[in-house]
């Protein structure tokens, strides 16, 4: 599995890279943020909603997998 279940202990240099970028933009935000946000800061093309679409699958994979939490406004925010 590319994305491993959080476990306790666990930190995020087991992630791939990108998706290390992706958990370091949420932490670096004053808050919850829009996937829109993010690809600002990972240097996604945000204009283009063909290029947000992998980056918010991305985010919510890592929901699914307990490194990230997303509110019910779509936002989302680490469980930390």
Do not use: C, N
């Amino acid at each position: 599995m590319l994305i491993p279940h959080r476990e306790p202990g666990a930190e995020e240099d087991l992630l791939p890279p990108d998706y290390q970028r992706i958990i370091a933009a949420v932490r670096q935000a004053a808050g919850p943020v829009m996937a829109r946000e993010v690809g600002e800061v990972v240097g996604v093309d945000v204009s283009v909603k063909s290029k947000l679409e992998p980056l918010r699958g991305k985010l919510v994979r890592l929901v699914d997998r307990g490194w990230l939490r997303k509110l019910p406004d779509g936002r989302f925010t680490t469980r930390l």
